[in-house]
């Protein structure tokens, strides 16, 4: 029994959560051990989403908290597709806060360390619970400490971005509510798979009405076209830490309880030609806004945006193919979008300023810096031979493979939403490299800065050579994420 | 033209959702789950309050939940207000009345709350209950003595603390019962204090946290 403990995936949760509550007593005795302990808790979990992973994927795991059976208790759904968001959130905060040792001295920082893992603590719940109202909570640990932590420059902006923030956030956390609470009074319980198995007894314009406002709940954080007027404004004026795990995780996490909810509990699969098309309208709305954009962290915003609306087209393919090229770009985006917003968090941190002028010639500046910040870029844009290429490749195939007409013609979008992306990318390059720096003097980047941004950069190009590492994981994973059955059977044994 | 678009959608939500409240059999005898809570509960963890035990136990990791988002609220805020600085030359000294009563209730509210949570899992109320009429003690000793402060480092203290022993007591459960936040302590008799195992010292934990926190919260934002 002991020997096993250490390996009960709710400590992904637990340890975290605890880490973050102990910390101010931390503090008292050492204010400078305050900044290690994210680091910490992002390492046991790490480790231990690494290990459990070729275990989730013969057979997912179900834990059962406090003791009893599902439905009656809540219960932890761990399967490969909860472990391969785990890994992603656990590697992207390990890096994301050791780059913030160096970075984060003003403010309250030792309320910013415990507000950061509590944000990864409350994404790795959602990933991982089986329980809709669980998941909410979750949601909302998530929600709220995202909110604090843009506003913690506390200058206009940030405040202004985080009340914006707040009030679409909580619109959409009572919109998910409001749908729970109509799930509860359908079916009598909140576990997910409970409801699953009982969705088909009912039939009744109130589930319509339900799934309604998850998508409208969750597309808040989700980003999704036309509810995402508060990201471009949350995103660039957050800490760049904090933009990093907004960027490349917090929104996933958005996409993932929507479609965890669509694929799992509700039957409708008529929405999902509506989903795509929708984020094709927010593919090219995000690419078109980001092209005309001067602040360079807003076009990074805006290109988040974008490739929200291509990951929901991926998800809505409505194949096993489609599920995992989406589970694909999620991971390229959150690699990618993490690495940009880290070293465009440095370069502003150098130059004081966010205007694309600024960034005249700082390929002779920050060498190392820059050349990281275009292999984000060409990853992004889908350039072999970076993990864009195949992430994009394959969702294309999968499209192709429907053979409709529809996925046809917003193939074709998606491609024209491609190249928007590659001319304002290239012009950014273009800035970087082919203008003439105002000084000559060379930046001095810290180690704790760099090495982060490297790390990123190494397993973009890596996994770009080698994307069969990936596939089978990812196959595997989106066989699972679909698969209503084997989730209600797995849950219920037998 | 703004406003009528946001109108027709308001009635667009509010006739889906009327539709959907209407259609829904709220109460009907399809709740098996709570039916399940109703006739074992008691059997299965020894309290006599239902309520407290689907809290606590059945669904006692959305609690711990709750109260991290309690908690990275009073954090939020102090991010949010760090480094304002406090005035307190304008403040008046409030009246002889609000002065003596305030001396005289704020024992007796402590010790209110202070029931409210340790009978948790016996009557109605609990830990979040109990947390906020502490909290509302501390409230009033600051309007009767606005210019004194209770130290923020034993707040911190004391919200790391109950926090750190909720998940510890968890963790335990899960060495010693196999799952996390399993009752591994006996039951006890119903209806007696010392009854339903975990439960009522994780309700004193969260009654202590929620207090402390709320408190935190007040000073804050009377400053």
Redesign the interface.
């Known amino acids: 029994?002991?020997s096993t403990?250490w390996q009960?995936p709710?400590l992904l949760i637990?340890v975290p959560?605890?880490l973050?509550?102990?910390?101010?007593?931390i503090?008292?005795i050492r204010k400078e051990l305050v900044k290690y302990i994210p680091i910490l808790g992002m390492l046991f979990n790490l480790t231990l989403s690494l290990f459990l992973l070729p275990k989730v994927l013969d057979n997912p795991i179900i834990?059962?908290?406090?003791?009893?059976k599902p439905?009656?208790?809540?219960n932890l759904f761990v399967g490969p597709v909860g472990i391969l968001f785990s890994i992603l959130i656990s590697l992207v905060g390990l890096l994301t806060a050791i780059y913030g040792i160096n970075y984060i001295k003003k403010?309250?920082v030792e309320?910013?360390h415990?507000?950061f893992l509590?944000l990864l603590?409350g994404a790795t719940?959602i990933v991982l619970t089986g329980d809709i109202?669980?998941l909410f909570?979750?949601f909302?640990?998530l929600c709220?400490?995202s909110?604090?932590?843009v506003?913690?420059n506390?200058d206009k902006n940030g405040?202004e971005a985080?009340t914006k923030y707040l009030i679409q956030g909580s619109l959409g956390s009572a919109f998910i509510l409001?749908g729970i609470g109509?799930l509860y009074?359908?079916?009598?319980?909140?576990?997910m798979a409970?409801i699953a198995r009982n969705i088909t007894t009912v039939d009744?314009?109130?589930l319509f009405?339900?799934m309604?406002l998850f998508i409208t709940g969750f597309g808040v954080e989700a980003a999704i076209f036309p509810l995402n007027a508060w990201l471009p404004d949350a995103h660039s004026s957050a800490p760049s830490t904090i933009s990093a795990i907004l960027s490349g995780i917090a929104i996933h996490i958005g996409i993932y309880a929507i479609f965890r909810v669509l694929y799992t509990l509700f039957g409708f699969n008529s929405i999902f030609t509506v989903l795509a098309v929708i984020g094709i309208v927010t593919l090219l709305i995000g690419e078109m806004s980001a092209f005309r954009q001067e602040n360079i962290k807003r076009v990074l915003a805006y290109s988040s945006m974008g490739q929200m609306g291509l990951i929901i087209f991926a998800l809505s393919i409505g194949t096993v193919d489609g599920i995992s090229g989406g589970l694909f770009q999620i991971i390229t985006h959150t690699l990618s979008k993490s690495l940009l917003f880290l070293c465009v968090g440095y370069m502003v941190y150098s130059t004081n300023s966010m205007e694309l002028s600024s960034l005249n010639g700082l390929g002779k500046r920050m060498p190392l810096i820059s050349l990281l910040f275009t292999i984000g870029v060409f990853s992004l844009i889908g350039l072999p031979p970076f993990i864009g290429f195949p992430s994009k490749l394959s969702i294309i195939l999968a499209g192709l493979k429907t053979g409709e007409t529809l996925f046809l013609i917003l193939i074709v979008l998606m491609l024209l939403a491609t190249v928007i992306e590659g001319v304002y990318f290239f012009r950014i390059i273009q800035i970087l490299y082919f203008k003439e720096p105002d000084k000559e003097e060379r930046f001095k980047t810290p180690f704790t800065l760099l090495f982060p941004v490297i790390i990123l950069g190494l397993l973009i190009v890596a996994i770009g050579i080698y994307p069969g590492l990936l596939q089978e994981i990812l196959d595997r994973s989106a066989e699972i994420f679909w698969d209503k059955l084997s989730y209600i059977k797995i849950v219920f044994g037998g | 033209m703004k406003k009528i678009i946001s109108f027709v959608l308001l009635v667009i939500i509010f006739i889906g959702i009327y539709f959907a409240v209407s259609q829904i059999p709220y109460g009907k005898d399809k709740m098996s789950v709570s039916k399940h809570y109703l006739n074992n509960g008691v059997k299965e963890n020894g309290a006599s309050n239902i309520v407290t035990s689907v809290v606590l136990n059945y669904r006692g990791f959305d609690t711990l939940g709750e109260l991290t988002i309690l908690f990275i609220g009073a954090i939020g805020l102090g991010v949010v207000l760090f480094g304002f600085e406090t005035k307190g030359k304008d403040i008046k000294s409030p009246s002889l009345i609000l002065n003596a009563g305030s001396t005289f209730l704020f024992p007796f509210i402590l010790l209110f709350g202070i029931y409210i949570f340790i009978h948790g899992h016996l009557s109605p109320g609990g830990g979040f209950q109990g947390g906020a009429v502490i909290a509302s003690g501390f409230l009033i000793s600051y309007l009767g003595y606005p210019k004194k402060r209770i130290s923020e480092k034993g707040i911190h203290i004391v919200e790391s603390l109950g926090g750190t022993l909720f998940i510890l007591i968890g963790l335990l459960g899960l060495l010693l019962g196999g799952y996390f936040l399993s009752n591994i302590l006996p039951k006890g008799t119903v209806n007696t204090l010392v009854s339903g195992g975990i439960i009522p010292l994780l309700y004193v934990l969260i009654g202590i946290k929620v207090g402390a926190e709320l408190a935190g919260i007040i000073y804050k934002l009377m400053e």
Do not use: R
């Open positions: 029994m002991v403990v009960n709710v637990v959560l605890g973050a509550f102990f910390t101010p007593i503090g008292l834990v059962s908290l406090s003791g009893w439905p009656f208790a809540i403010g309250a309320k910013y415990m507000l509590l603590t719940g109202f669980n909570v979750f909302e640990i709220i400490s909110y604090a932590l506003a913690y506390q405040i985080a409001l109509f009074g359908l079916f009598g319980t909140l576990n409970d009744s314009p109130a009405i339900a309604a």
